[in-house]
C-alpha cells in the first residue's frame, strides 16, 4: 500500500500550513516534521517550543484516521481523507 500511502502524504500536505508528513526511505515509517526560524540568538523560547509541539500533535490528530483508512481500511486516500476531514458542528 505504499502508493496509496505516498499519494495521501501528498494530499494531506497540500492541507497543512507548517510542517508536512513523510514516508523515511529507510524503514518506510511515516513520519511529520515541522521547522521554526531561530531570533538572532539562535535560541528557542519556550513559546515556540510549545508552539511546535501542539501543531505537531494536531496535525498527527488531525490525519491520523485517514491513515488508518489507507492502510487498514482499503479506501482510497481522497476517500480516506474526505471521510476524516469531517467536522462537527454544534455542541455534545
Known sequence: KRGAAFELVSLANEQMWLGHFEIWSDGGVLLYR???VLGDDGMLSL???HTLVEVAVDE???FYTA???VLWGDKSPRDALEAAMVDAIGEA
Open 34 to 36: 515541522n521547522g521554526t
Open 47 to 49: 513559546s515556540q517550543a
Open 60 to 62: 498527527c490528530d488531525r
Open 67 to 69: 491513515f488508518q483508512f
